[in-house]
Every structure is written in C-alpha cells, then in structure tokens.
C-alpha cells in the first residue's frame, strides 16, 4: 500500500475524542476571529485533509456547512474543489499544508471558492521549534516556520491576520507576550505546542 494512502487510512479511524478535540479547536478558531474581526464563524466551510471527519463533524453538529475532503478520493495537488466560485466562508487545513509538496493547485482552488473577506486556517509544525521530531513522520515533505507560512499566504493574494503558537483554549496573554519568548513559552506551559495558527484573509 502505498504511504499516502497508509497515512490517510490511518488518521480516517474514529477517535473517541475526536468531537471533544475539534471543539476546543473551533473555540478557538472562533475567539481569535471574535477578537481579530468583531465576528463569529458561520455559515459555509471545507476542512482539507479532514482525517476521521471529526472536525467537520463538530461544525455540523452547530449547524455550520461543511464539506470534508482527504486523500485517496481528493488528491490537493491535483483535483479542484466541487463548491462554486465565491461560495465558501471559511477553509481549515488542520495539519496539512506539512504534506503538500507543490501549494498551488490548492491556494489557487482556495482564492477561488473564498467569498471576498473569506478566512483560511492553517495549523502545522513550526519548524523552528519542532525540527528534530518534523521528518520522522514521513509523510511530512515541507515545513513551515511562521515567516515562511506568512510569505505562502501572500504568494496567493491572501493578508495575514493572525500568526501565533497553535494553542487550543488558552488565555490571550500568551499570545500577546513579545515574540523573543513567546513561542518557547508556548511550547513549554501545560498543552503547550510548537505548531502555528496561521490565518488569512481574502480582500
């Protein structure tokens, strides 16, 4: 079996936690657009690389649209996405963009579903912090540091609003700490992280 589809068959087993997991992560999703924009996520999302479906799921079950897509029946390198020009509110990619090897069929499928002020998501290893651990999964073919994440982000048009450490549920402050400490901080405190939210906007 090859080693994408080994890897994709893998993270489609249901977890039990999975509900619990992707909640705490759309909260915060949601409090960081909440204090970024003054709004709330709604409406229309695709979640990328969606694994066991859980965080679709969760959006579903708040009666948020959203459309999962994952290796082997949706290759991101490749195949387009089957929502309209326009149409789509949001985009998360929770632990994917480290797998693509060539970005621009999904960013240029991205800008065109977007709705103009439309939100994508990306969470993935800050290579910066984590790159001992980043290539023994070896399905990982790029890594991203937060400059590099930002720099992609413009490359496809899209204005970067938030670049922080990837915690889940934790207080703003260790977001507002200077740069030269907070991502060991963040690494370091309970449920740290070394990975980063990146989000950007469609203008």
Known sequence: ???????????????????????????????????KLNKSLSGVNVDLGSGDGGFGNYLKSINIESYSYDYPSYNI????????????DFITMNAVIEHINNTDNIFNEIG?????????????????????????????????????????FKMYDLETIFLEPGLVEKSWFWW????????????????????????????
């Open 1 to 35: 079996m090859k080693l994408k589809e080994n890897y994709a068959m893998n993270h489609s087993k249901i977890n039990e936690k999975s509900l619990f997991l992707n909640k705490r992560l759309f909260n915060t999703y949601n409090r960081i657009v909440l204090k």
């Open 77 to 88: 390198e490749k195949d387009s996405l089957k929502q309209k020009d326009g149409s789509v």
């Open 112 to 152: 065109r579903v977007l709705k103009n002020t439309g939100l994508i998501f990306v969470r993935t290893p800050n290579f910066r912090m984590d790159y001992r651990n980043f290539y023994n999964d070896p399905t990982h073919v790029k890594p991203y540091t937060p400059i590099r994440l930002k720099n992609t």
């Open 176 to 203: 507002q700490l200077p740069d030269k400490i907070k991502w060991l901080a963040a690494s370091l405190l309970n449920g740290g992280t070394k990975s980063i939210i990146g989000i950007a906007i469609k203008k």
